[in-house]
């Protein structure tokens, strides 16, 4: 029974990235046991997926901040405590971090992670016992899975990934909730990442003809009012309270279909089997655009200096739900 340590630690969507190499080693070690080291405000994911044992939270970002904080230092001490409790048999950074790299090593067990050529930051590379070429021009999704293959001497999977999650809905919200909704996720990390609201409130209009409502998560207050903007010009438009990641797992995955902007909350949706077009206006989808899993469908629109129309996306939407029948 392999004991494994899955290193993947920030951001949102990296973390959910790493999911689909929990299903891969199944297939080859159906008895291994995983725990996952993550940062403590993404440590929602990694519970989200019924094989995920234990979470080991760090907090790599708050440190940095207050280094030569005592508190700083007792936390530390106290992971590092915490781990020598527990010996792995493989521990897995595919995040490829000098950051994450440290962190790996406070745990006993023989450490695996990208070569000089292949991790994100090269100098990471000195802290791995076993190091593994991976390519660089394949998607996020494909470079954690190729690395957990070489790790554990199995072939490279070919097929799409298969995030594992547990079935989740949106009772757990205790809301209530149109029928028939798609989720329009605004709200991202950079200004320069957002859509224009004329467009929201153009897409969740012509989403009137297929009787759709539109529901709006948000994070914080900006993300509320622009919400709230959109709210007030549309009348098929409700904006949902602020909620847990949990929750609004459950909203993504009982949605018809969710439709957002570069954010980890898309990728998300992908890993829940929802139908999913991801907007992009500033960075380039390529590598790590939303990626279709074995269940779901999953188009990236617009790239780096790109804002796509509401009617290009509204033809995409058009297309899934005419799939699903609607």
Not at 109 to 123: F, K, L, N, Q, T
Request: net charge positive.
């Amino acid at each position: 029974m392999l004991q494994i340590l899955l290193v993947k630690t920030s951001s949102m969507g990296d973390v959910i990235h790493n999911l689909p190499v929990i299903t891969d080693i199944l297939a080859h070690y159906p008895d291994a046991q995983f725990d996952w080291m993550v940062e403590e405000s993404f440590a929602e994911i990694p519970k989200l997926h019924p094989q995920v044992r234990d979470i080991i939270p760090v907090a790599v970002r708050r440190w940095r901040k207050s280094i030569f904080s005592r508190n700083t230092w007792r936390e530390i001490s106290d992971l590092k405590t915490r781990l020598k409790h527990t010996h792995y048999d493989a521990i897995i950074d595919t995040q490829g971090l000098l950051k994450s790299a440290i962190v790996a090593n406070f745990a006993q067990g023989i450490i695996h992670g990208m070569d000089y050529d292949s991790a994100r930051e090269p100098v990471a590379s000195f802290f791995y016992r076993h190091k593994y070429l991976v390519a660089r021009n394949q998607h996020a999704v494909q470079r954690n899975r190729a690395l957990a293959a070489q790790a554990l001497k199995y072939a490279i999977p070919q097929s799409l990934p298969d995030y594992g999650l547990g079935k989740l809905n949106s009772q757990q919200s205790n809301l209530e909730l149109p029928r028939d909704y798609v989720v329009f996720l605004h709200g991202t990390s950079r200004d320069s990442k957002l859509w224009p609201i004329s467009h929201w409130i153009t897409l969740a209009e012509k989403l009137k003809q297929f009787n759709l409502q539109v529901v709006l998560p948000w994070s914080n207050p900006s993300e509320e009012n622009r919400a709230k903007d959109i709210a007030a010009q549309s009348s098929n438009v409700q904006v949902l309270p602020k909620l847990k990641l949990t929750a609004l797992a459950g909203i993504l995955a009982d949605s018809k279909l969710n439709i957002g902007v570069d954010t980890g909350l898309m990728h998300l949706s992908t890993a829940l089997n929802k139908p999913s077009i991801a907007i992009y206006t500033d960075t380039n989808p390529e590598f790590t655009g939303v990626l279709p899993s074995i269940e779901n469908l999953a188009i990236n629109i617009g790239g780096k200096a790109q804002i796509p129309s509401a009617e290009d996306v509204f033809q995409l939407a058009s297309g899934f739900i005419r799939k699903d029948n609607l």
